[in-house]
């Protein structure tokens, strides 16, 4: 489930980002209850997907220097006795 969690902060940053509503590194640690640490290593995660992302220190916030999009669609379903049940969903 830890890949499906680092999905979802991917897809946050990936809004915030887009929204050009970061804050500082400190703030967009704050905002998404993660470490300094863990903000970078997300960035570098995008970064790896080809993102051009840069950082506005007048306007305090991380932007993307070329378009770019990121679409997560993440469902775990389990089957049992033959009937299928959806444990999580998120467009």
Same mark, same amino acid.
């Given at each position: 489930?830890?890949?499906?969690?680092?999905?979802? &902060?991917?897809?946050?940053?990936?809004?915030?980002? =887009?929204?050009?509503?970061?804050? /500082?590194? #400190?703030?967009?640690? %704050? +905002?998404?209850?993660?470490?300094? &640490?863990?903000?970078?290593?997300?960035?570098?995660? =995008?970064?790896?997907?080809?993102? /051009?992302? #840069?950082?506005?220190? %007048? +306007?305090?916030?991380?932007?993307?220097?070329?378009?770019?999009?990121?679409?997560?669609?993440?469902?775990?379903?389990?089957? /049992?006795?033959?009937?299928?049940?959806?444990?999580?969903?998120?467009?």
């Amino acid at each position: 489930m830890n890949s499906i969690k680092n999905l979802g &902060r991917l897809q946050k940053l990936h809004r915030l980002i =887009l929204n050009e509503r970061t804050g /500082s590194p #400190r703030e967009l640690a %704050s +905002r998404m209850h993660l470490s300094e &640490r863990s903000i970078y290593n997300l960035i570098e995660h =995008l970064k790896d997907f080809e993102a /051009s992302i #840069r950082y506005d220190r %007048s +306007r305090k916030t991380y932007f993307y220097a070329e378009d770019f999009q990121l679409k997560v669609n993440i469902s775990v379903q389990v089957m /049992s006795n033959n009937e299928i049940t959806e444990i999580f969903q998120d467009h």
